[in-house]
């Protein structure tokens, strides 16, 4: 994993974690009757 991380891009590290954050805001926000 870290062998794969640091050849990554700092950039396209932040945008994936951003990503993954978004996600779970938006399961935690979304009512679970709602879930797709």
């Given at each position: 994993m870290r062998d794969v991380m640091t050849h990554v891009p700092v950039k396209?590290?932040?945008m994936?974690?951003?990503?993954?954050l978004?996600?779970?805001a938006?399961?935690?926000r979304?009512?679970?009757r709602a879930n797709r």
């Open positions: 396209e590290r932040l994936v974690m951003i990503h993954i978004l996600n779970i938006k399961n935690i979304v009512p679970r």
